[in-house]
């Protein structure tokens, strides 16, 4: 029985001194050390377990689960250990890797659409959600499309409302509008319903400065069909707004004239910039100015293959420039073109 | 136009509508008024206002109609002199300057008072001596040992006009002790008159606006005239040549007129309406013309009868005969052409009809005898006359856009009277008045069914009557149809179906598009389409976007020296065609461009030294005019430009290296595996904007598509462009777009692992990357899924003219693990294969 005792006794003391050693452990890298010291193969339990051999048949069964006792207490005590030093460690770390956060970050490059086609795309998605399509049409145009067949033949004082470039091409010219588009449509799509919009570079003699460009972008919208009235043309034209400048946007329309529509009207939004007190931008009115519309005249029908007996339809043009110019209160509209890096990477 | 408040308010009552509702009410009907000028009136109440108000406002207390009973000389001032002015409350000596009270001084107290406007201590208004409109405060002050603080008004300092020569006289009635703004307090609406709308570029047509709008009654004036002189007939000729072009002309007579000031408050309204007042004559035509919009010419008759000889004079209506001339009223000697209309008499010109007088026929100081035309004419000759000579007048505004043949009459009939009331005489019995082509007015019946159809409203006929019979349509309703006379002042109402669209205009406008309810689309979706290439360009937009590209947007006008600069300068006299400007607003934007990369390429230019990276790109139009076609073909490209570092610097001080061809050619890559096009080929070529060794084709299939590379030094130094070599590439869009796959092959995603090696061959200089990929991807087959290389190598060891290529190389198979084994098989294959054709070494 000594033996017995004399065996556990040791087996004892080689967990407390092992157990005492790992106390004194301090450092994560230092763990391998104790580990090799008190569980590797040299170490004085495994001495236990080897030397089980020549111990007595009977003692062995007990020895062995004493033996086994120790080295699984002495693994959990490193695993614990383990866990508190990792923890030390990164309580440490955390604490010392401050970065500078003002510090700027690594620049990531980005590429950007030009803000007249961000303000295009915006405007081609709502009318996109109603069921509109996009069409496309010549920038340059014949003198009957730009005019004769909107309802201006030669000599119409309506074509003073525009100042035109004219080619030196005979009967050829620059579109001031993208009306002409209408054309195009029509004739393409008669007798079928139409719902088309039509962005575009358009074209005017002006003279340059930093409010008047002699190059624009515009969207045509056109519908088509039977019986269509003046009352779709306000709620198509409103949602169409509210989307654009925001459900409370104020919208009014009020009586104008273009040879091409019959009634027509001109879409004024409570100013966005002053919201509708008074200011420069809208020149003390609180109305802005963003579309010009109206019932497309039986002339124009008629030049674009529809019996204005049977089909009706409207028409509205809005210039993107002017009101992305107001919109982000941009003091010059020549920047749109100029391509000044330094305009165009703050969009 | 400019619009006096107190003027409209001779046809329509409009007391208990506010400046503020008043010109709304305008716009919204149609007359946009863009300012309100207050000419002593009040700013309406409140903080928000929908106008821009300018001006000033008389304060009751502050301006008072007030009499001078006395003019004294001042006793240390030769150009001053003391008033003894009676303001209604009390006697104030007043001092002042004004060179018109000059007559009056020292004459003792004055039998008929003199009546002005008189601005009392603390007083805002203008300062008289200042140039344009500056405030100022009226101060106790003393000027040559006399008080002054008060002030009798010019014009100017009240703000009616720029006259500022002597105080103003007010007519004989004015009362005593009056507030001035009760007495001619006024506010002018700046309005913008629609070119459909001449109708109403007078006051008339402006009141019978507000009066459909707001249901108030409309009073025309009084024209009842007394023709108790001799008889006109006999006594001038008329012939009228071209009915087509002079519809209709009318004639009256005012004999033994004086030709004197008109009454203040006549100077005073076409001071405000914008027009300078001359003497009673001048001032009768141009107020008729301003009040009912009908121009109005008055011949001194006496120079017309020396003109004849002393013969009956006779007016002739005709075109110019080549050659003729004319010096106009305002001194400038013009050169007709034959298609100009003329009036005339037998000793030649006249006047340009409908435009401007001429100066021989003038009405003078010591005329007596007036002669009054009132005429139509063709309104698309008139403009023609007013854009060939340039010469703008208020008369011609109106007869180029139309002006109503029954004016003509109504105008001649008011105007005498005008003259008669300003200035005495004797009115001429009867009129001479040819019409041989009588405008016929349009009946139009439109339905209220089809009314309600076009506006989605539910007007009833009667509704619908009410509103039109406000604007002076005869209607006559007969179950569901109206039935519409146009008035005899409108010359825009046509017949048939476009006379009922004019009319719906009206019906519509007047009822108020406010009250018209808003809806949705009710027609059904029409047919569907897809546009396969804009669907592609949206594509292709964001897909450069996403490759970090700044897009742009540019002008179509330019030069053709600026799009020169593209090519070297020994490769630039090439002569081609382009859509030339006739009028262009600068010689630098005189033609529509014929290259994309021109434009790219000002645009680096202008940009270099604001930016040390640029990475651009455009999708636009070019122009290219063809032989036999009318119009240019428009021909959509891209071009893209790159220039600069790679990357922006950071502070973390890694040097950023500038970008090279392969940075292009990796955007290019990009592109084109966004588009999933597949068939891509790059070919050395050369192209003269481009370095001859550093640029290449881009071919998609067998075609060339476009051209990418960088920059030709001799074509670099043609602009000022900053050190770093420029990357530039030019495509046709619609090859591209057409080209590009919305729908594609999506390949399984392996479930075997991959087997990945390198390899690394010996390969003469002059064999490029492409072709040993080619043998490679030859060699391995199906099982080798990919091929990329990763490394140039160049050294001593390996020979002269030699290179090592570097690939990773990527095995797999859909349907197992691959075995060490077949593996080297294909190696083994792939090797083979280069050392046979391309005599390819291992490198080892």
């Known amino acids: ?129 109603m069921g509109f399509q996009v069409y496309r049409s010549p920038e340059v145009e014949t003198d009957d499309y730009n005019f004769t067949y909107l309802n201006m033949p030669p000599y119409h004082p309506a074509r003073d409302m525009w100042d035109t470039f004219y080619t030196k091409t005979d009967g050829v010219l620059l579109r001031t509008h993208t009306s002409p588009g209408q054309i195009h449509v029509m004739r393409e799509h008669a007798p079928e319903p139409i719902r088309a919009i039509l962005p575009g570079a358009t074209m005017r003699y002006e003279q340059l400065s930093a409010r008047s460009e002699i190059e624009f972008a515009q969207v045509e919208v056109l519908v088509v069909g039977e019986k269509v009235t003046f009352a779709e043309m306000k709620g198509t034209l409103e949602d169409f707004a509210k989307r654009l400048f925001g459900e409370d946007a104020r919208l009014r329309l009020r009586a104008s004239h273009f040879p091409f529509t019959e009634p027509s009207a001109e879409m004024d939004v409570g100013c966005f910039v002053c919201g509708g007190t008074g200011c420069p931008v809208c020149k003390e009115t609180g109305w802005l100015e963003i579309l010009g519309c109206g019932m497309v005249h039986p002339v124009v029908l008629e030049y674009g293959g529809y019996d204005p007996e049977v089909y009706s339809g409207f028409a509205a043009g809005m210039g993107i420039d002017r009101s992305t110019l107001m919109r982000y209160r941009i003091d010059d509209i020549r920047h749109f073109r100029n391509n000044d890096i330094r305009f165009l990477k703050q969009f | 136009m400019n619009v006096p408040l107190t003027w409209i308010k001779d046809y329509v009552d409009i007391e208990d509508l506010g400046l503020e509702e008043l010109a709304k009410v305008m716009t919204m009907v149609g007359l946009e008024v863009d300012e309100i000028h207050l000419v002593g009136m009040p700013k309406p109440a409140g903080e928000k206002h929908e106008f821009k108000y300018t001006g000033l406002s008389w304060p009751k207390d502050k301006f008072i109609v007030a009499q001078v009973d006395e003019v004294m000389p001042h006793p240390n001032a030769d150009r001053l002199v003391l008033c003894r002015l009676n303001d209604g409350d009390e006697e104030i000596i007043v001092l002042t300057g004004a060179p018109n009270l000059y007559d009056y001084r020292g004459k003792g107290p004055l039998e008929k008072p003199l009546k002005v406007a008189y601005a009392r201590e603390g007083a805002v208004l203008y300062d008289g001596h200042e140039p344009g409109r500056k405030l100022t405060t009226l101060k106790r002050m003393k000027i040559r040992g006399v008080d002054s603080f008060s002030m009798i008004c010019s014009e100017k300092e009240l703000g009616i006009s720029d006259e500022h020569e002597g105080v103003i006289l007010l007519d004989d009635d004015a009362p005593t002790g009056t507030p001035l703004v009760d007495y001619m307090g006024d506010a002018v609406l700046s309005v913008d008159t629609l070119p459909n709308m001449v109708r109403d570029a007078c006051m008339l047509g402006v009141a019978r606006e507000i009066s459909a709008a707001t249901g108030k009654p409309l009073s025309y004036p009084d024209d009842q005239i007394q023709m108790t002189g001799k008889s006109l007939a006999g006594r001038i000729d008329l012939k009228i040549q071209d009915p087509e072009l002079n519809p209709r002309f009318v004639l009256g007579m005012i004999e033994g007129i004086a030709i004197q000031p008109s009454p203040y408050w006549i100077r005073r309204r076409l001071n405000l309406a914008g027009m300078r007042p001359i003497n009673c004559v001048v001032d009768a035509t141009n107020y008729v013309m301003l009040e009912l919009g009908q121009p109005l010419h008055a011949f001194d008759y006496d120079s017309l009868v020396a003109r004849a000889g002393g013969e009956t004079p006779t007016i002739i209506t005709r075109t110019a005969k080549q050659g003729e001339t004319l010096v106009t009223l305002d001194d400038i000697e013009r050169t007709l052409d034959p298609e100009m209309e003329l009036v005339t008499d037998t000793a030649g010109p006249l006047s340009i009809a409908g435009v401007m007088g001429g100066e021989e026929s003038e009405v003078g100081g010591s005329s007596e005898n007036i002669l009054l035309e009132g005429a139509s004419w063709n309104f698309i000759n008139v403009r023609k006359t007013v854009s060939k000579l340039k010469l703008n007048s208020e008369a011609g505004y109106r007869f180029s856009r139309g002006i109503h043949p029954a004016m003509s009459e109504k105008g001649v009939r008011l105007c005498l009277k005008r003259m008669q009331e300003w200035g005495g005489g004797v009115i001429a019995e009867g009129l001479v008045d040819k019409y041989p082509n009588p405008q016929v007015d349009p009946v139009v019946a439109l339905s209220a069914s089809w009314v309600n159809d076009s506006l989605g409203t539910a007007l009833k006929p009667g509704e619908i009557a009410e509103i039109l019979s406000r604007l002076e349509f005869e209607c006559d309703i007969d179950g569901d149809v109206i039935t519409t006379k146009t008035p005899s002042h409108r010359v825009d109402i046509h017949d048939g179906i476009i006379g009922r669209a004019d009319l719906l205009e009206e019906v519509s406008r007047i009822y108020g598009y406010d009250r018209i309810p808003a809806r949705r689309l009710n027609q059904p979706l029409p047919p569907q389409k897809v546009d396969q290439l804009m669907l592609m360009e949206d594509k292709l937009r964001e897909l450069l976007v996403d490759l970090g590209l700044q897009e742009l947007v540019a002008y179509r006008m330019t030069a053709p020296e600026r799009e020169a600069r593209r090519f070297p300068p020994d490769d630039m006299a090439t002569e081609v065609a382009y859509l030339e400007i006739q009028n262009p607003i600068t010689v630098e934007r005189r033609v529509m461009r014929r290259s994309i990369l021109a434009t790219l390429l000002e645009i680096i230019e202008y940009n270099c030294s604001l930016s040390n990276r640029l990475v651009l790109f455009e999708i636009g139009p070019v122009f290219h005019p063809i ?67 550093k640029s290449a084709e881009v071919l998609i299939g067998d075609d060339i598509v476009g051209v990418m590379g960088e920059l030709h030094p001799l074509v670099k130094a043609n602009y000022e462009m900053a050190e770093p070599p420029v990357y530039a590439a030019e495509f046709e869009l619609e090859p591209l777009l057409k080209a590009g796959r919305i729908l594609f092959d999506v390949e399984a995603v392996p479930t075997y692992p991959p087997v990945l090696e390198d390899l690394a061959v010996v390969v003469d200089e002059d064999i490029t990357a492409d072709r040993v990929e080619e043998v490679i991807k030859k060699g391995g087959g199906e099982t080798l899924a990919k091929v990329q290389l990763f490394d140039i190598y160049r050294g001593k060891q390996l020979g002269e003219s030699k290179k090592s290529l570097a690939f990773n190389l990527t095995y797999i198979a859909p349907d197992r693990t691959l075995t060490d084994k077949e593996v080297l098989k294909v190696r083994n294959k792939i090797i083979r294969l280069l050392n046979e054709e391309l005599d390819a070494e291992l490198r080892s």
């Open chain 1, 1 to 129: 029985m000594a033996e017995k005792e004399q065996a556990i006794e040791k087996l004892e003391q080689i967990k407390s001194t092992a157990l005492a050693a790992l106390v004194e452990v301090s450092r994560e890298e230092d763990l391998e050390a104790w580990r090799v010291a008190h569980l590797g193969r040299s170490s004085a339990v495994m001495g236990v377990f080897s030397s089980m051999g020549k111990m007595d048949k009977d003692l062995r069964p007990l020895m062995g689960k004493a033996a086994n006792e120790v080295r699984q207490a002495l693994e959990s005590a490193l695993e614990e250990k383990q866990g508190v030093l990792a923890e030390q460690a990164l309580k440490k770390a955390l604490a010392t890797e401050q970065l500078d956060v003002t510090l700027p970050g690594r620049p990531v490059t980005r590429g950007r659409l030009h803000p007249l086609t961000q303000v295009l795309g915006r405007i081609t998605r709502i009318f996109g959600d």
């Open chain 2, 627 to 693: 032989t036999g076609k009318q119009l240019p073909e428009e021909k959509m490209m891209l071009s893209i430009g790159l220039t600069g570092l790679r990357e922006m610097p950071s502070w973390q001080g890694d040097q950023p290296t500038t970008m090279d061809f392969y940075d292009m050619k990796g955007v290019i890559e990009g592109m084109m595996s966004g588009l999933h096009i597949d068939e891509v080929q790059y070919r050395a070529a050369t192209h003269p904007s481009f370095h001859p060794g």
